[in-house]
């Protein structure tokens, strides 16, 4: 099985971290397992601050009950929730059995304070997220 620096390697938003910087936040992060039908989190709930990195299976993204997006390996979730510490914006459901990587929030806001490359690689990756509207640009 990787390792958890192995695995966030995969993550695009880490992807660009040394070695040492990768395994530094690896050791943060804790392994979660989730069996199908399980929700990871809920929207609307504060279902824990943290986020969360897909390492095995699949997972279900909905808002107002309707599905918008599958999860698989590399992809990640709970971002927004981490950075605004508001209640969860979707629901991600396990279809599968499924492997997570989580990092609490204030572990994750003390790596990347000390790690502002990584910081700026969140923050473009929350701005893409956004809704866009073309009469502001």
Do not use: Y
Request: glycine content about 6%; hydrophobic content about 40%; aromatic content about 8%.
């Amino acid at each position: 099985m990787p390792s958890a620096s192995d695995e966030l390697k995969r993550v695009a938003l880490f992807s660009e971290l040394s070695d040492r910087q990768r395994r530094k936040l690896a050791a943060n992060f804790r392994e979660r397992r989730f069996r199908p039908r399980m929700d990871v989190v809920r929207e609307g709930s504060m279902s824990g601050i943290g986020f969360f990195v897909v390492t095995d299976g699949e997972a279900v993204v909905s808002r107002g009950g309707s599905e918008i997006a599958m999860l698989s390996a590399g992809d990640h979730f709970g971002e927004l929730a981490m950075i605004s510490n508001t209640p969860r914006t979707a629901t991600v459901t396990a279809r599968t059995d499924l492997r997570c990587l989580e990092i609490a929030f204030s572990d994750f806001r003390k790596f990347a304070q000390a790690n502002p490359d990584v910081m700026w690689k969140l923050l473009q990756h929350v701005v893409s997220l956004l809704p866009h509207d073309d009469a502001r640009r």
